[in-house]
C-alpha cells in the first residue's frame, strides 16, 4: 500500500512504511548484500542507491519538447558518521557542467522519504526529510522511485546508527 498527500496539486508518496527491524527488512538487506557482494549494510545500500540513480538518472534525450533538457545525474557516499553527500552533476545541452556539493545530516530525522511523479512532465522526485524540496530528481518512473526512496529510508536509517 502506498500513502498518498496531495501538495499543491501534486501526488506526493511515500514508500511504503517498513519496519526496520522486522524479518522482511532482514530479508531486504540480505539480497541487497547478497547482489553487491559485500557483508556490509552501509555499502550494499550505497551501491543499490547509486545503482538505481544510474539507471533511472534523468536524461537529455527524456526532455522531448523540453526548451532546455539538461542531464541530471548524482552519486551518493558517506562523508562523515551521520552524514550523506549527494554530488549533482547537470549537464546542458550547450556542453556546460554544473557540479553541486550536498550534504545531508541525518540524525534527528524522520528516515521515511517521499517522493512524488507529477501527472505532467519528464521527471520524478525523492524529496529531503529536511524541507520536502527535492534531494535527487529522476527519470519518471512511479517503481523506481518507490525503490529509490526506499532505498534510500534504509541507508538514511543505517547512517542514524552512527
Same mark, same amino acid.
Given at each position: 500500500?502506498?500513502?498518498?498527500?496531495?501538495?499543491?496539486?501534486?501526488?506526493?508518496?511515500?514508500?511504503?512504511?517498513?519496519?526496520?527491524?522486522?524479518?522482511?527488512?532482514?530479508?531486504?538487506?540480505?539480497?541487497?548484500?547478497?547482489?553487491?557482494?559485500?557483508?556490509?549494510?552501509?555499502?550494499?545500500?550505497?551501491?543499490?542507491?547509486?545503482?538505481?540513480?544510474?539507471?533511472?538518472?534523468?536524461?537529455?534525450?527524456?526532455? $522531448?519538447?523540453?526548451?532546455?533538457?539538461?542531464?541530471?545525474?548524482? #552519486? *551518493?557516499?558517506? /562523508?562523515?558518521?551521520?552524514?550523506? @553527500?549527494?554530488?549533482?552533476?547537470?549537464?546542458?545541452?550547450?556542453?556546460?557542467?554544473?557540479?553541486?556539493?550536498?550534504?545531508?545530516?541525518?540524525?534527528?530525522?524522520?528516515?521515511?522519504?517521499?517522493?512524488?511523479?507529477?501527472?505532467?512532465?519528464?521527471?520524478?522526485?525523492?524529496?529531503?526529510?529536511?524541507?520536502?524540496?527535492?534531494? $535527487?530528481?529522476?527519470?519518471?518512473?512511479?517503481?523506481?522511485?518507490? #525503490? *529509490?526512496?526506499? /532505498?534510500?529510508?534504509?541507508?538514511? @536509517?543505517?547512517?542514524?546508527?552512527?
Amino acid at each position: 500500500m502506498v500513502s498518498v498527500f496531495w501538495a499543491i496539486g501534486t501526488p506526493v508518496m511515500a514508500a511504503e512504511p517498513i519496519e526496520f527491524g522486522s524479518d522482511e527488512s532482514a530479508h531486504y538487506l540480505a539480497e541487497l548484500k547478497k547482489l553487491y557482494l559485500t557483508t556490509s549494510d552501509r555499502e550494499a545500500l550505497l551501491a543499490h542507491s547509486n545503482g538505481l540513480l544510474d539507471t533511472y538518472a534523468l536524461r537529455a534525450g527524456y526532455q $522531448v519538447g523540453q526548451t532546455n533538457p539538461q542531464d541530471f545525474i548524482y #552519486e *551518493l557516499s558517506v /562523508a562523515a558518521p551521520g552524514e550523506l @553527500r549527494i554530488r549533482e552533476e547537470v549537464r546542458g545541452n550547450n556542453g556546460g557542467v554544473a557540479v553541486r556539493n550536498r550534504s545531508l545530516s541525518v540524525f534527528g530525522l524522520d528516515p521515511y522519504l517521499q517522493y512524488q511523479c507529477p501527472a505532467q512532465g519528464p521527471s520524478c522526485s525523492v524529496n529531503s526529510p529536511v524541507d520536502g524540496l527535492p534531494l $535527487v530528481v529522476i527519470l519518471r518512473d512511479p517503481k523506481g522511485a518507490e #525503490e *529509490l526512496a526506499k /532505498a534510500l529510508s534504509f541507508l538514511i @536509517r543505517n547512517l542514524q546508527k552512527g
